[in-house]
């Protein structure tokens, strides 16, 4: 992944007296850390007293949103997962809405994956098995393409599209 996951994180104060006070927080640090670069933040503000504070901006989360008043740990939790997971860490977070899930998936789903559906479905009935019982002459008639959509289309299976991989996951 090329960018870290960071947040923009603005003063509130600041901001609803017409001035914009705030600065890019590296997420991939513990909740305590990213904290207290809040707090530094707050304690250089030019509203005095200030204490309260909003995310305006975040990048690096491979388009998981990070909403305005994500809680702290929750950024340090995602940006820790889309770190090590990547952009299909992110996609099963987009997909499932829960970080718990997306590793659920990742860890028990997980199918494999194909530069296409179709790809992957043979590989996956070579790997298995099944494709050993069909004779010889009668397997160029298979239609990988139609047994794999017709998986998907009943929800056995559901797919992640990065780049040109296609990663598959069993719906359980």
């Not at 200030?50 to 929750?74: K, L, P, Q, R, Y």
């Not at 008639?141 to 069993?170: C, N, Q």
Request: proline share 3%.
């Amino acid at each position: 992944m090329a960018e870290t996951p960071r947040i923009y994180v603005a003063c509130l104060a600041a901001y609803n007296a017409g001035t914009l006070h705030g600065e890019w927080i590296d997420a991939n640090q513990s909740a305590e850390e990213i904290e207290l670069a809040i707090q530094a933040m707050l304690a250089r503000s030019p509203e005095p007293g200030a204490e309260e504070w909003a995310i305006h901006d975040h990048e690096g989360f491979c388009g998981v949103n990070v909403t305005e008043h994500e809680s702290v740990a929750s950024v340090a939790e995602l940006a820790t997962f889309v770190e090590e997971h990547g952009a299909v860490g992110a996609a099963l977070v987009s997909h499932f809405g829960e970080i718990e899930d997306a590793k659920r998936a990742l860890e028990e789903q997980q199918a494999g994956s194909g530069s296409s559906l179709a790809d992957w479905a043979e590989e996956f009935l070579l790997d298995t098995g099944q494709l050993e019982r069909v004779p010889e002459n009668l397997r160029p008639y298979i239609d990988f393409e139609k047994y794999a959509d017709d998986l998907e289309l009943s929800g056995d299976i559901f797919t992640v599209e990065i780049d040109d991989t296609v990663h598959v996951f069993w719906s359980r």
